[in-house]
């Protein structure tokens, strides 16, 4: 795949998730439902954000550039493990919750956190032009959750129990769950971030021929 085509999916997956969020947005405002500080206050619209700068500034270097830069692909490798993790506690966790809240349209939530997940693994998997990276990048994996999950317990205990998933709140799971989703959760983010460091580190060996 060549890196010019590279870098026109990635601009066109960055707006239509830009676009899709706005539309979210604009879906719960309609029907005053939106209360920004809930909405970004979500692990997934975070990311989500973090995911359209990647997808923009991914393209704009894929035409620009035959190679990405290490600290942008040091980047990409922390949010493809946000998006296997969001995708991940989605589909397997929060799926067929019942939500007494707006329900709002349901096709944005696919593409968030299917749709969107998969392209970010395709790319990591079959694009061209990544360097090698560093087991020293793996610092970085943690950095947004640990700054997300602090924030997000001290909200849920100034605002009278408001968490923004229900594994999140001890008043129902018990801080021994709380704890061990936390433990495990952290220890898949460093797992995939450790695999996605390994493919890289071997996909440029097998391109070198050694």
């Not at 393209?59 to 493809?80: C, E, I, Q, S």
């Not at 929060?94 to 749709?115: A, C, K, T």
């Amino acid at each position: 795949m060549s890196r010019r085509v590279v870098g026109v999916v990635r601009l066109v997956a960055g707006v239509g998730l830009l676009v899709t969020l706005i539309i979210q947005i604009a879906d719960r405002v309609v029907n005053n439902a939106f209360d920004p500080w809930e909405y970004f206050s979500y692990f997934t619209i975070e990311t989500s954000m973090m995911n359209i700068v990647v997808f923009v500034v991914g393209g704009v270097l894929a035409l620009r550039l035959p190679r990405d830069a290490a600290l942008f692909t040091t980047v990409r490798m922390a949010t493809l493990s946000y998006a296997i993790v969001t995708a991940g506690v989605y589909n397997l966790l929060l799926r067929n919750v019942p939500y007494d809240g707006f329900q709002g349209l349901s096709w944005p939530n696919e593409v968030i956190h299917v749709w969107i997940p998969l392209l970010i693994v395709l790319d990591w998997l079959i694009s061209p032009g990544r360097p090698a990276l560093s087991w020293r990048a793996l610092r970085v994996v943690m950095i947004y959750p640990v700054a997300w999950l602090a924030y997000s317990l001290m909200r849920g205990g100034v605002s009278n129990g408001i968490y923004p998933y229900p594994f999140l709140d001890p008043a129902t799971a018990g801080w021994g769950s709380v704890i061990i989703y936390i433990v495990a959760l952290s220890c898949v983010l460093v797992g995939l971030g450790s695999l996605a460091v390994l493919y890289s580190r071997r996909r440029v060996r097998a391109a070198a021929g050694t």
